[in-house]
């Protein structure tokens, strides 16, 4: 019987392969995008016309190999370990500065592929400089995407009914959750990032699912459904839905451009709470999330139980495949709907 307390999960990041991204102007003209010891500052890459992205999934607990390719990657042989190598700053012509990471896919002892995951969306036959390599920063910015977060002005439920501001809330104050009732804050977090590729919040607007006002999250927040009506067809009532697979252009999308305060909601264990009407989920403790944290924050034993061990609701989670249909949104509010 598997432990849970590994509390294995999975991310899947939208990479291109590294021949995708090669040197057209510079030292290493010709070669792909590669390891931060082979890289050469000055150079200029360009993304090809035919580039497209795909699906690299991650499988992620806690044992000594952090990162591996899950099942179902579109990219990788599963099992095969992942090691985030570096992140590189590109300079576009018009002197706006964009982050990627470099991910590197071994197997025995080997390297098995060579990826690129773009922070911000790579326009093709665009020069793009190498100005910066940091063999340091790549889990600190794995970290920042998948920390999952509440924008400025969200209304988060008290655990006395009142709706408050998620950026006028403290450490100590009390609120409601879905599974242990009123919880205190341990920790709270707030960054300032531009709102670009997949820092770019997602909005699920006025009543799309039942909410009082827009949610504007992260792209990789979780929410909570109860279905009345499993009408997803995942067999069961309860699901947990990443928001990024719920955009479609209208009641879901994607907020670009500019800059998003991003709040962070940190729990001795992992929550669900309440945000403007909707079930979301608070911060969770893995090795993703765990570099973006300050020491205050790391998990801490209660007893003989160590927090932000596995909890029932995470496996809840439904596959991007039940919510690939356009309608995925319609569905869960009829699902929820109390009529």
């Given amino acids: 019987m ?50 497209r992205r795909v699906r690299l999934g991650l499988r992620v607990t806690e044992g000594p190999v952090p990162f591996s390719v899950a099942q179902g990657s579109e990219r990788g042989t599963p099992g095969n370990a992942v090691v985030l190598d570096c992140c590189i700053t590109l300079m576009a012509p018009d002197s706006v500065t964009f982050e990627a990471l470099v991910l ?34 790549a889990t600190q910015r794995l970290a920042e995407v998948a920390c999952v977060s509440f924008t400025r002005g969200t209304l988060i439920t008290a655990a006395s009914g009142r709706q408050v501001p998620i950026e006028d809330l403290r450490v100590g104050d009390m609120v409601l959750t879905r599974d242990d009732g009123p919880q205190a804050i341990r920790w709270i977090g707030q960054t300032t ?54 955009i479609n252009g209208t009641t879901v999308y994607q907020q670009d451009g500019g800059f998003v305060d991003y709040f962070q909601l940190l729990f001795d264990d992992h929550q669900i709470i309440y945000a403007e009407g909707i079930a979301a989920e608070s911060l969770l403790i893995d090795p993703r999330t765990r ?49």
Wanted: with cysteine.
């Fill in 193 to 246: 990032l531009r709102a670009v590729g997949d820092f770019a919040p997602v909005v699920i607007t006025r009543g799309a699912l039942h909410n009082e006002n827009d949610l504007v999250v992260s792209p990789d927040h979780r929410i909570f459904v109860w279905q009345r009506t499993d009408r997803l067809g995942a067999g069961r009532h309860e699901v947990l839905v990443k928001v990024r697979h719920l």
């Fill in 104 to 137: 590197v896919e071994v197997e025995d002892g080997a390297v098995a592929g060579l990826f690129l995951l773009p922070l911000a969306p790579l326009a093709p036959r665009t020069d793009y400089r190498l100005v910066g390599i940091d063999r340091h920063a």
């Fill in 291 to 339: 570099a973006a944290l300050p020491a205050e924050a790391a998990p801490r034993s209660s007893g003989t139980r160590r927090t932000h061990a596995h909890r029932p609701h995470l496996d809840y989670e439904v596959g991007e495949s039940l919510l690939s249909t356009p309608d995925a949104v319609d569905l869960l509010r009829k699902a929820s709907s109390p009529d």
């Fill in 2 to 51: 598997q432990d849970k307390t590994d509390h294995p999960t999975e991310q899947t990041l939208p990479i291109y392969e590294a021949g995708a991204f090669c040197v057209t102007d510079g030292v290493a003209e010709g070669d792909p995008v590669s390891f931060a010891d082979e890289l050469v500052l000055d150079d200029v890459y360009q993304l090809r016309p035919d580039a």
